[in-house]
């Protein structure tokens, strides 16, 4: 029973040693931290996004939203809810906000409810009920089983996406102009360093001296290697 402890702990220290050559294997600890800051600066674009949004649709009614296109209806499921005006009755694929109340009372009239007021306590019950079928665009609603194209989104997207760019490419090069000015700093360092101490300055190569290329430096390896194992065998054939 003795022995069987030192084996688990042998185990143990082994499967720890090997979890740990796995997290720091490719660097999984700073890539795991990037994706948290990846996380955190999204989050600002897209505040930054919704800011420069909000002033570039500033003087739209409704925003960009509201740019819609309603197609002619080519099925009856697509003409609209049917509504009461005057003595006859029509069916409508979108209206405005300003037209809601009025289009609640004709929409009850049309099933049948009339006398329907702002005042009278079915009034929100039948306006739930209409905006149901429909769906909101900035100021405009749309009959849900209508074609529609959507402009409004499709320039949002667009513009969006310029934004993005935009901030990203400013970011981008303020963080290239940085590193440049760092690479700069240290090799005025160095160059200072060098003169204090002239003699580990690096000797610059030859003009006309070809640098060398991967063939030259595989053959240098595999030279290097063959004196390794000739150095290996002499010492086994002075042992015979």
């Known amino acids: 029973m003795g022995e069987k402890q030192p084996k688990k702990k042998g185990a143990f220290k082994r499967f720890f040693e090997e979890f740990k050559a796995f997290l720091n294997k ?13 996380g955190a600066f999204n989050a600002i674009v897209t505040s930054l996004v919704n800011i420069l949004m909000s002033l570039a649709t500033w003087a739209v009614p409704g925003g960009l939203k509201g740019l ?10 697509q003409k609209g809810a049917e509504f009461l005006q005057g003595a006859s009755r029509v069916n409508l694929q979108s209206f405005t906000m300003a037209e809601v109340n009025d289009r609640v009372i004709e929409f009850a ?10 005042q009278s306590e079915d009034f929100i019950q039948w306006k739930n009920s209409l ?25 949002n997207a667009v513009i969006a996406f310029i934004i993005i760019g935009l901030t990203l490419f400013i970011i981008v090069k303020v963080m290239n102009k940085l590193e440049e000015k760092k ?28 640098e060398p290329t991967e063939a030259d430096l ?12 000739e150095g290996k065998k002499k010492p086994a054939k002075e042992a015979e």
């Open 26 to 38: 490719g660097n999984a600890f700073m890539l795991a931290v990037g994706v948290v800051i990846g």
């Open 218 to 229: 595989l053959k240098e390896i595999l030279a290097e290697l063959k004196k390794a194992n």
């Open 131 to 155: 905006l149901g079928l429909y769906e909101q665009h900035g100021t405009t609603f749309t009959y849900k089983m209508s074609a529609v194209i959507d402009w409004g989104t499709f320039i």
């Open 109 to 118: 009239a049309a099933q049948g409810k009339e006398g329907l007021t702002i």
């Open 68 to 77: 819609v296109t309603v197609l002619p209806a080519v099925t009856d499921a």
């Open 183 to 210: 690479a700069q700093a240290k090799a005025a360092a160095l160059e200072k360093y060098y003169e204090k101490h002239p003699e580990e300055r690096p000797v610059p190569p030859e003009e006309g001296t070809p």
